[in-house]
């Protein structure tokens, strides 16, 4: 009788660690796994393949494209991204710092030049685009001015970087599309 126990327990021992092999060789990947993109390094604003039209904002905010000069240095490590980007136009030079978490769970960063407003987003990574969602809203305030999506892909390559952003909602009231944003950039 105790045999046919130890049996019946050794045979319900090696259905076990099978049923559990069968299920870790399930959830492990059969092929290689994809590989992420890398947006670490310089990267800089190529005028000649940005279209024409690539900043369409609101009349006051118009950017002349013929003198606007940037570069970005982007810092990917790990769920944490930093982006440093200095730019030129019209003279005027401007650097705007800010950090950005992959996963999703949101971030504060503060707007240049103004203690009251802050733009507050939430950053995902799905395959090669980097999608940040944000609205500018007044800092400690739950009212929001107005919001932005942005969409960065990286080429397969690994040396060009598309940047696209629109305004939310993206037309105003007559149907136009407002703050539409299109930048290229290439790996320095």
């Not at 107005?146 to 970087?161: A, H, I, P, R």
């Amino acid at each position: 009788m105790i045999r046919i126990k130890m049996l019946y327990c050794l045979l319900l021992l090696l259905g076990l660690a099978a049923f559990a092999i069968d299920a870790e060789a399930q959830v492990k990947p059969s092929s290689t796994p994809k590989p992420t993109p890398t947006f670490t390094g310089t990267w800089t604003f190529v005028r000649t393949e940005t279209p024409k039209d690539a900043f369409k904002t609101p009349k006051p905010l118009e950017i002349d494209v013929s003198s606007y000069q940037e570069e970005m240095v982007i810092e990917h490590d790990g769920l944490k991204m930093t982006f440093r980007r200095t730019s030129i136009s019209n003279g005027d030079k401007l650097v705007i710092e800010r950090v950005f978490y992959t996963d999703g769970r949101g971030e504060i960063n503060p707007i240049v030049d103004s203690d009251s407003v802050e733009t507050v987003s939430r950053t995902t990574l799905k395959g090669r685009k980097l999608i940040i969602e944000r609205i500018i809203r007044k800092r400690g305030s739950a009212e929001k001015m107005f919001g932005t999506m942005s969409e960065w892909t990286v080429s397969k390559d690994d040396q060009t970087l598309i940047e696209r952003e629109t305004s939310l909602p993206s037309r105003d009231r007559y149907g136009r599309t407002i703050g539409l944003v299109n930048r290229v950039y290439k790996r320095k």
